[in-house]
């Protein structure tokens, strides 16, 4: 699985924005999907997750941030609102044969950069 991320750019506190992660291949539907961001200096942490089980997010996202698919565009999503200038950082599409997001991805994606200014 080939995974392409972007969206990503430079916004103000407060704004919104909404990643897009297109997968090659025609199998997208059997995997579960992810987002993780790396900020600078720091490692690199989960995000959230979509699978046939449900949705996972990290705390310091949950009620800001929402995950989706869409299984015919071979695509997947990640709605940013309220966003903080902690958010900066590195954001990267993965792919896991199993939703235990707590084991590393299968695949990645390239990173695309979120900028959020105060």
């Known amino acids: 699985v080939q995974l392409q991320a972007s969206g990503g750019g430079l916004v103000q506190a407060g704004d919104s924005l909404r990643l897009s992660c297109v997968a090659s291949g025609r199998t997208f539907r059997n995997y579960s999907m992810g987002w993780f961001r790396q900020a600078p200096g720091k490692e690199r942490e989960f995000v959230a997750a979509?699978?046939?089980?449900?949705?996972m997010y990290a705390d310091s996202v949950e009620g800001r941030f929402t995950i989706s698919r869409d299984n015919a565009k071979n695509t997947v999503y990640l709605e940013m609102n309220s966003l903080k200038p902690e958010d900066t950082a590195n954001y990267y599409c993965?792919?896991?044969?199993?939703?235990?997001?707590?084991?590393?991805?299968?695949?990645w994606g390239q990173g695309t950069l979120v900028t959020v200014s105060s």
């Open positions: 993965a792919a896991r044969r199993t939703p235990f997001w707590k084991s590393p991805p299968d695949f």
């Open positions: 979509i699978s046939w089980s449900g949705k």
